[in-house]
């Protein structure tokens, strides 16, 4: 389901509300985009911000979740949206640009992900 939400002009970033068309989900950067690459194409939009990447879920999302290093940003939270060609840092930028289909990824489809690299991290973790 594609979201309304405009992208910012090519020059400002733009501090958007949560719950409207969208919820977050706050990742540390490494389990992030190891979990984009697990999603592949099912991966929506994904802004990263120095150590942290910004999962968009739909919105409602936040209020259910519950995964240990995570963080659901629904009502009364905000995520910076960083131009639309910006790709790169410093600062927010597109990870994954928003498509055609919209910014959401689905939340089944990004915890699955993310316990995917988080198993994997741990695993790595306990055999060093």
């Given at each position: 389901m594609p979201t309304t939400t405009p992208l910012p002009s090519?020059?400002?970033?733009?501090?958007?509300?949560?719950?409207?068309?969208?919820?977050a989900i706050r990742v540390p950067r490494s389990i992030g985009l190891a979990a984009m690459?697990?999603?592949g194409t099912r991966c929506g939009a994904v802004v990263e911000d120095r150590t942290v990447v910004y999962y968009f879920v739909p919105a409602?999302?936040?209020?259910?979740?519950?995964?240990?290093n995570t963080r659901p940003l629904g009502t009364g939270a905000s995520v910076t949206i960083p131009p639309a060609?910006?790709?790169?840092?410093?600062?927010p930028h597109w990870r994954m640009c928003p498509g055609e289909d919209g910014w959401l990824t689905q939340p089944q489809a990004l915890q699955a992900a993310l316990e995917d690299c988080m198993s994997v991290k741990a695993g790595s973790e306990g055999s060093a």
């Open positions: 090519a020059t400002t970033y733009t501090l958007l509300d949560a719950s409207r068309d969208w919820d690459a697990v999603l409602g999302t936040a209020q259910a979740w519950d995964m240990e060609r910006r790709t790169e840092g410093p600062g």
